[in-house]
């Protein structure tokens, strides 16, 4: 088919990423697919993430691959080493992606805790037994200028999650991203929780685990991360700090409907955190990775 791939103007850059754009059009000008690159930097210069598209009529006819080579050589003209793309199990996706050199580096199981359902005394139980040495704190937005330095060390906490064979390099974290970040989240009308573990002998986070709420308090709430400090791990904080998480959740948005999280299939840990606090699995996604 006669196609013709078109620069978008890219969205506005991130504090920590850009994106790279193109809409894929037939002879007639009508649109039939698109692609969208995110180049990373802040400790993961070498990494692009693909998202790419394509009507399902205009499938298999070289709409998918003409928008991944224009996406690839755009990667490498940004000195990129590699590509991720993710594609969900049983869809096209999982065969395209292999069939043009990417390899399935890993494998995310998304689940969904729906409100309704909570146990609330048992939730209550969970957040109000004592952990020696530990007090919870929480916090909506940007995190308060007395726990901002502590906030971003302890970031490093999700250095060295399970992530199976997947090359995302280390983010690099400070008080200006973290700010950066949550003022993201406030931009586009949305509301950022987060609840943290605080070692009581110093006053330093130990861990945290955050959570995003549409502006309007209603749909579902996604998890963004929850993390301990290897110093800290074997005291339960995880399920502790995500427990206070999702009773504020239940309290402060009646109409919210569930929380979505998703986790590492090698990241056993979380899965059971998640399996104990009545997470259901959702579906399954497969990370791919083109090396360059």
Do not use: C
Request: charged share 20%; net charge negative.
């Amino acid at each position: 088919m006669s196609l013709r791939i078109t620069p978008l103007t890219a969205p506005a850059h991130g504090a920590h990423s850009h994106r790279l754009a193109w809409l894929a059009s037939d002879a007639d000008a009508i649109p039939v697919g698109a692609a969208f690159l995110r180049l990373f930097d802040g400790g993961q210069e070498h990494l692009a993430e693909l998202t790419l598209h394509v009507h399902p009529v205009e499938r298999r006819r070289g709409v998918g691959s003409r928008l991944l080579d224009t996406a690839v050589a755009a990667a490498r003209d940004n000195t990129r080493r590699r590509v991720v793309a993710q594609a969900d199990a049983g869809t096209p996706g999982t065969a395209f992606l292999p069939a043009r050199g990417f390899r399935k580096v890993l494998t995310l199981r998304y689940s969904r805790l729906p409100l309704a359902d909570v146990d609330i005394p048992s939730l209550t139980g969970t957040v109000e037994r004592p952990h020696s040495g530990y007090r919870l704190a929480s916090w909506q937005g940007t995190v308060p200028d007395d726990l901002a330095q502590t906030f971003a060390d302890s970031r490093r906490a999700m250095d060295d999650m399970p992530m199976e064979d997947t090359d995302h390099g280390t983010t690099t974290w400070d008080v200006d991203r973290v700010r950066a970040a949550a003022k993201a989240v406030e931009q586009r009308g949305d509301h950022l929780h987060t609840v943290v573990a605080i070692d009581t002998s110093n006053g330093s986070i130990a861990g945290f685990t955050e959570l995003v709420v549409p502006g309007g308090g209603t749909g579902d709430a996604q998890h963004y991360g929850t993390g301990v400090l290897p110093e800290h791990r074997g005291h339960g904080l995880g399920r502790w700090m995500k427990a206070e998480s999702i009773r504020q959740a239940h309290g402060h948005y009646p109409d919210l409907g569930g929380l979505l999280t998703d986790t590492a299939d090698s990241n056993t840990h979380m899965r059971h955190i998640n399996d104990r606090l009545g997470y259901l699995p959702t579906r399954t996604t497969l990370q791919y990775q083109l090396d360059l």
